[in-house]
């Protein structure tokens, strides 16, 4: 949500500016802006929309200079428009950008007109950029203001702040929202996310939480919330521009759905044998600390939370662990009766997820606890820094914001973690060989589904006049029905829900029409035979079925059924499997009905606010 650009260069960062924007439209928004200081003054322009309203905007009135800030704003406070967009100015000498929420901005916001402040948009960051205004008057000090401004605000933000009197220095802060420096050669750069800075540099240093940067032509400092100079370490990326490039594909969707195989092969390297997993320990977290474990939370928001649905019947069945799934945003606002030796499981393709950053800073509340586990993709995210221990999914950059490959790869993580408790726990019967053997075979095998594709394509030309859809599994199958209706309505808009294929009759049966396609899971398992009835049941009453069937299972071809035969893989693995299957239905489906697949309506990919 929201993004975060700022140069200090010796050239022109206009067009930095607006590329750094360009590669975060991904995240979500729907208006941009732009302000440099040019001959002694701020220029600005906004523009509501896309990016490319933005360059359009510049072409019409370019603006130039040697520093500046930029931003994509996903509507909070104010709705979309140009006057709601960033850069904000406060009084006559400070501009800022800002991602986050201010929760105390009605009180400033009062507490500042009172002080003789005009407003000229909705927002709370434009209270910020005032408040500091104020305080540089009161103390002279750029620097001095920034922090007394900060010291009064209640929320989250990262803030990049120029002040039109100081054109060599830029500060910047970041308190609940993620922000890093990009250094080139002598030239300084900030953002919000490493990709929108490929093209300038490699080189970033991650901010704390609290951090305070200056940024000036020679250098940069940094200091604690507390005013204590620190130093962060310098870190080199190893993101390239083909990760952000969609290549030969029509949509990053797309691109994202194919790269999963290889994903994957990246995630379980070094973890998995041919026939056993190799991972001794995760950070900390040894065979010694997960014998111990007698619970697991597993807690997550969105997508996340589906991977860890699966997860749990994988780890009751296989370790015999009671593991229970929690959203985050959820959890974080009840009283969560936490047994002894719990050990605390928190899933995020960002690591930047505000919900679940906030829940997993619960933890270290309570000593029952025994540890934290973040299955992250982001290797320099927060929710790393702030977790006990790390096991990353190495799906590299995902841009569409309908989770593919992050999802996929959480899965491989969280399976070879249950494989790991297994293990800990003593449990015998060929549990770790054959964790190790299907996770070995998973990519021949998602390759083998996407070698279906445009099967899938025909059979979603029957949901482009649809409104509704349900989705329908059994056992672990049931998250991956959930997740497949959240992908429809993500990207078509069409409404759509996952049920357990037994509650049918509990209520959804009441929905059932031939208007009403429903999509079925069906692995060759031991519930196989109670599906089928399920199915029954929906075909009786006239509804369509289209039915990701694996080979081997005696569901016949009937009217009112549409069969997509997907490859016999072994069970444990299987439900990573038939994923793909309604990934590539869900993304047929909205190409269709010519909905902005990569960037649905509504939706950012990082959701960094609450």
């Not at 390239?240 to 969609?246: A, G, L, R, V, W």
């Amino acid at each position: 949500m929201c993004g975060i650009i700022g140069a200090l260069a010796n050239r022109d960062v206009t067009p930095i500016l607006v590329e750094g924007l360009r590669r975060l439209e991904y995240r979500g928004y729907d208006s941009a802006g732009v302000a440099v200081l040019e001959k002694g003054e701020i220029a600005r322009v906004r523009a509501k929309g896309k990016v490319a309203e933005l360059a359009k905007a510049l072409t019409n009135s370019p603006v130039n200079g040697t520093i500046g800030i930029a931003h994509t704003r996903w509507a909070t406070h104010g709705s979309p428009s140009e006057a709601n967009a960033h850069p904000h100015n406060g009084g006559e000498k400070i501009t800022l950008v800002h991602n986050g929420i201010i929760e105390n901005h009605e009180e400033l916001r009062a507490m500042l007109k009172d002080a003789g402040y005009t407003f000229t948009s909705e927002t709370d960051t434009e209270v910020v950029a005032h408040l500091v205004d104020q305080e540089l008057k009161a103390c002279g000090d750029f620097l001095q203001a920034v922090r007394n401004s900060v010291k009064q605000l209640s929320g989250a933000y990262a803030l990049a702040i120029i002040n039109k009197d100081e054109p060599d220095r830029m500060i910047a802060v970041r308190s609940g929202s993620p922000l890093l420096l990009g250094v080139g050669v002598k030239e300084f750069f900030l953002a919000s996310d490493t990709s929108a800075l490929i093209p300038v540099t490699q080189q970033f240093v991650y901010l704390e939480e609290g951090d305070v940067i200056d940024i000036n032509r020679k250098g940069y400092s940094i200091e604690t919330g507390e005013g204590e100079p620190v130093t962060r370490e310098l870190k080199r990326s190893e993101l390239t521009d083909f990760s952000t490039d969609k290549g030969e594909y029509k949509h990053y969707m797309l691109k994202e759905i194919y790269e999963q195989p290889t994903a994957i092969r990246k995630t379980i390297e070094g973890a998995v044998s041919a026939d056993k997993l190799i991972l001794d320990s995760i950070g900390n977290i040894d065979d010694a600390t997960l014998a111990r474990v007698k619970n697991i939370h597993l807690v997550a928001c969105g997508t996340s939370s589906y991977a860890a649905g699966v997860a749990r019947y994988w780890i009751e069945d296989f370790a015999g662990v009671p593991a229970s799934v929690e959203i985050a945003s959820e959890y974080r606002y009840r009283k969560v009766a936490v047994p002894e030796d719990t050990l605390y499981i928190t899933l995020s393709q960002s690591g930047e997820t505000a919900d679940s950053m906030a829940a997993l800073e619960e933890t270290k509340k309570n000593p029952n606890y025994i540890a934290s586990l973040a299955i992250c993709n982001v290797p320099e995210s927060s929710m790393t820094r702030v977790a006990t221990a790390t096991l990353l999914t190495k799906a590299g950059t995902e841009i569409g914001v309908a989770s593919t490959k992050a999802f996929t790869t959480q899965l491989a993580a969280l399976l070879i973690f249950t494989g790991m408790l297994a293990r800990a726990k003593g449990i015998n019967g060929g549990t770790e060989k054959k964790i190790a053997e299907g996770l070995n075979a998973l990519p021949s095998l998602i390759d083998q589904v996407l070698g279906m594709d445009s099967a899938i394509e025909l059979m979603a030309e029957d949901f482009i006049e649809k409104h509704n859809a349900i989705f329908l599994g059994r056992g672990p199958y049931y998250p991956i029905a959930m997740e497949g209706s959240l992908k429809l309505k993500e990207i078509s808009y069409i409404h759509a829900e996952g049920y357990p294929a037994g509650e049918l009759k509990h209520g959804p049966l009441a929905l059932i029409d031939n208007d009403m396609p429903v999509v079925a899971v069906a692995p060759n398992d031991q519930l196989l035979e109670k599906l089928k009835a399920n199915l029954e049941e929906v075909r009786t009453r006239g509804g369509q079925l289209y039915v990701m069937a694996e080979e081997g299972s005696d569901i016949q071809d009937a009217e009112g059924f549409k069969i997509l035969r997907v490859p016999k893989c072994p069970e444990v693995v299987a439900p990573i499997v038939f994923t793909v299957t309604v990934q590539l239905l869900s993304y047929h489906v909205a190409v269709m009905r010519g909905t902005d697949v990569d960037q649905p309506r509504n939706l950012a990919k990082s959701v960094t606010v609450e």
